[in-house]
């Protein structure tokens, strides 16, 4: 019986010897596996990698999918900026901050920029250039102003008070000009000068100083 065994892993030893590799080399191919029965549970862990990964593989791996649909459109965000608007809800005109940190600086229609002081008791504007010039006696002809250093959009205000009702006056956007004035326009009304006036700008009306019911308050618009 033990002659026997010994016989027959003998001649099994030799079949893997002599020609085992070739056998076992044929036995499996892909076409003899059965759809699904290999997944990614019998693969062993980092059984497959990048690095193992053809170059034609990873070059069909790297290009992007179809866009998706587009989403549902999000809700409408703020206008953003604010408005003063008075005690009656009135809006004044648009925000452009505080002159001197205490001042309201409000934008009108056309662009031009009013200051309020915001005392309660008074519905006028704060002017903070106040004169116009003119080459002509009488004040007559084209009147020329300088903002001397503030904003070109500055409302110019001859009158003192700036009371609701009040001309308004703008800088016009043009080649300034240098000339000795022979009258000017301020709160006095019109007198003659000969005050040397340097890179002024043609001025034209802008509408009128709105009646305001102060304090002005800070509102987000829309």
């Not at 205490?102 to 903070?128: E, F, K």
Request: hydrophobic share 40%; with cysteine.
């Amino acid at each position: 019986m033990r002659k026997l065994v010994y016989i027959a892993v003998g001649g099994i030893l030799g079949l893997a010897l002599s020609g085992g590799a070739a056998v076992a080399g044929g036995l499996i191919h892909g076409k003899d596996l059965a759809k699904g029965t290999i997944t990614s549970r019998e693969l062993g862990a980092k059984s497959v990698t990048s690095a193992k990964l053809s170059k034609s593989v990873k070059k069909q791996l790297g290009k992007p999918g179809p866009a998706g649909p587009a989403g549902p459109a999000g809700a409408r965000g703020p206008a953003g900026g604010f408005d003063f608007v008075d005690q009656n809800g009135t809006v004044i005109g648009e925000s452009v901050g505080f002159y001197s940190g205490v001042y309201p600086m409000v934008r009108m229609g056309d662009g031009t920029i009013v200051l309020y002081d915001n005392d309660p008791a008074t519905s006028s504007a704060v002017a903070l250039v106040t004169s116009i010039y003119y080459p002509q006696a009488g004040c007559t002809g084209t009147g020329y102003a300088n903002a001397g250093g503030q904003a070109f959009q500055t409302a110019i205000i001859t009158a003192n008070p700036a009371i609701a009702g009040s001309q308004i006056y703008k800088q016009v956007p043009g080649t300034p000009q240098n000339f000795t004035a022979a009258s000017v326009k301020n709160s006095s009304g019109c007198s003659a000068s000969t005050t040397a006036v340097t890179k002024a700008y043609a001025v034209t009306e802008a509408g009128k100083v709105p009646a305001a019911a102060k304090p002005l308050i800070l509102k987000p618009v829309g």
